[in-house]
């Protein structure tokens, strides 16, 4: 009798013969029955209808088995899907933002060789429920409102995602300095501190931060402001894609200082003597040489 059932239900998927449902199978006329070969309960291949269809219809796409059940069998009802878009919420909530004096944060920034007293004036510190879970972190600003966030166990930024922009009070600076992330800028005034601490003139450029090389069109317009603008990238590819990107745009005005980090894959690692392994020497980039150790920019 399985075979039977098996047999009325193909056949009447391809509307070969009439079936008759309910109570008792009754006698059916098949016409292709004898001309072909009929899917068997008996074989040991469980599953329902959309798994017969899927033998039947040689194919996997369950909208297009659901239709032609519905054109073979009327009287089969297929089940409609409807998936509901659930709002989904922020994933950084409850957000505080305070002055940066976390002992486990200034220690996460001492372990990459930062100056405390450098960093706490461009940096915050950001409490936060993030996935359910209390959080806190170092928050940089960018221009947007939103936060690159940084402690030793997380990375990660809250929207909106945009670049950094450190202007200086007073007339308009005529040099901008271009770093990748918020680590390379603190990185860099740390070394300036460090090799230059009698006149260290921090203020003497502004500064753009991309916080991603993915932002460096954002930067663009920011940029054209300026008259001088040195570019303090990583020395990978990402980094040199970010530089060509930039120099199409401000070609005669734009130089790259990554040369004097040669050898360190950001200005963070040759702050803290970290080499880079090459497998492959980098293509060359236009390289600003300093007459001086150091990075006198």
């Given at each position: ?32 029955a004898v001309r072909r070969s009929v899917p068997s309960l008996r074989l040991g291949r469980g599953g329902n209808i959309i798994t017969l269809a899927q033998e039947l219809y ?84 960018n221009v947007a409102g939103g936060y690159e966030v940084r402690n030793r166990f997380f990375k990660g930024c809250i929207a909106p995602k945009d670049i950094s922009h450190i ?13 990748e992330g918020m680590t390379d800028y603190l990185s860099f005034l740390t070394l300036r501190m460090k090799n230059c601490p009698a006149m260290p003139n921090l203020d003497r ?93």
């Amino acid at each position: 009798m399985l075979n039977k059932v098996m047999l009325s239900t193909e056949s009447r998927m391809r509307g070969d013969m009439q079936v008759r449902f309910g109570g008792r199978y009754g006698k059916t006329y098949c016409r292709k029955a004898v001309r072909r070969s009929v899917p068997s309960l008996r074989l040991g291949r469980g599953g329902n209808i959309i798994t017969l269809a899927q033998e039947l219809y040689a194919s996997d796409y369950v909208p297009y088995l659901l239709g032609r059940i519905a054109e073979q069998a009327p009287h089969i009802r297929p089940v409609s899907f409807s998936f509901r878009q659930q709002a989904s919420e922020p994933s950084f909530q409850h957000l505080e933002v305070g002055e940066l004096t976390h002992p486990a944060l200034l220690r996460y920034l001492q372990e990459r060789g930062i100056n405390i007293a450098l960093a706490k004036p461009e940096c915050r510190e950001l409490h936060f429920i993030h996935n359910g879970k209390p959080y806190f972190a170092i928050g940089f600003p960018n221009v947007a409102g939103g936060y690159e966030v940084r402690n030793r166990f997380f990375k990660g930024c809250i929207a909106p995602k945009d670049i950094s922009h450190i202007r200086q009070q007073g007339e308009l600076r005529e040099k901008c300095l271009v770093f990748e992330g918020m680590t390379d800028y603190l990185s860099f005034l740390t070394l300036r501190m460090k090799n230059c601490p009698a006149m260290p003139n921090l203020d003497r450029q502004d500064y753009v931060i991309l916080n991603s090389v993915s932002n460096v069109s954002k930067a663009v317009d920011v940029l054209h402001g300026y008259g001088r603008i040195h570019c303090l990238l990583d020395n990978d590819e990402a980094g040199r894609n970010a530089y060509r990107e930039l120099e199409r745009e401000f070609a005669g005005r734009i130089r790259d200082f990554s040369d004097n980090y040669k050898g360190h894959k950001d200005l963070n690692d040759y702050l803290c003597g970290k080499r880079q392994d090459l497998a492959v020497s980098p293509p060359p980039r236009t390289i600003v040489k300093q007459k001086k150790k150091g990075l006198g920019l």
